[in-house]
Nanobody
């Protein structure tokens, strides 16, 4: 069973940076798509970025383009979300999630919709405050 574990959350000042690793175990991530989502109290989960593991293609929500970067390390079976120039409105719980391949050897398509992802991490709290 695929398990995902986020880490790296914490308190950061406005304008600061943070990196969130998403470590996978149980399956090798090749042909999976890994997405990052965030949730603020009272709202649903917002998709912010996704990476296709086999070819490294990426997708970003408009709200984070130019400030957040998603990257993969296939040797470590880990996906990273680099958060730069953080603002207070970026305070949220950040989750990574996996979209499995529909067929063997077929890369899962990136998407920023919650319903496409079946395995989720427990979340990492990011708080941006001075």
């Amino acid at each position: 069973q695929l398990q995902l574990v986020e880490s790296g959350g914490g308190l950061v000042q406005p304008g600061g940076s943070l990196t969130l690793p998403c470590a996978a175990s149980g399956y090798t991530l090749v042909y999976y798509a890994i997405g990052w989502f965030r949730r603020v109290p009272g709202k649903g989960r917002e998709g912010i970025s996704c990476v296709s593991i086999s070819d490294g293609s990426t997708e970003y929500a408009d709200s984070v383009k130019g400030r957040f970067t998603i990257a993969r390390d296939n040797a470590k079976n880990t996906v990273y979300l680099h958060l730069n120039n953080l603002e207070s409105e970026n305070t949220a719980i950040y989750y990574c999630a996996a979209r499995r391949p529909l067929d063997r050897g077929v890369q899962a398509t990136c998407a920023l919709a919650v319903t496409y992802f079946g395995a989720w991490g427990q979340g990492a709290q990011v708080t941006v405050a001075s």
